[in-house]
Nanobody, 125 residues
Framework: HVDLVESGGDSVQTGGSLTLSCSAT????????MGWFRQAPGKERELVAL???????DYTDSVGGRFIISKDGAKNILFLEMHNLKPEDTGIYSC???????????????????WGRGTQVTVSA
């Protein structure tokens, strides 16, 4: 059984920083394509950042240069560092793991096999 648990969500002001964590059990994250997804109020869930098994990273345009995705294979934890946060970054952030597909933004979220429940990030103006 694979379990992903996010933590680190909080309420911050514009310009603030947060680091989200996603702890995995039952799976080795270095064997998976790992993604951070975000669902803003009233909007569809979107992929924000991904990291492949060979540690290639990619980001959606709106967070490029502000967010950093990384992973600690020894501790089996995925991270998302978020800097210069904006109100439009508000949402529920979920981590997901998948295998057997191209780890890229063009791959849909249905490719991911395992999901966490999410952690809330709120950015106030």
């Amino acid at each position: 059984h694979v379990d992903l648990v996010e933590s680190g969500g909080d309420s911050v002001q514009t310009g603030g920083s947060l680091t989200l964590s996603c702890s995995a059990t039952g799976a080795t994250i270095t064997d998976y394509c790992m993604g951070w997804f975000r669902q803003a109020p009233g909007k569809e869930r979107e992929l924000v950042a991904l990291i492949s098994t060979d540690i290639r990273t990619d980001y959606t345009d709106s967070v490029g240069g502000r967010f950093i995705i990384s992973k600690d294979g020894a501790k089996n934890i995925l991270f998302l560092e978020m800097h210069n946060l904006k109100p439009e970054d508000t949402g529920i952030y979920s981590c997901a793991a998948g295998v057997g597909f191209q780890c890229a933004f063009k791959s849909g979220e249905e490719k991911y096999n395992y999901w966490g429940r999410g952690t809330q990030v709120t950015v106030s103006a």
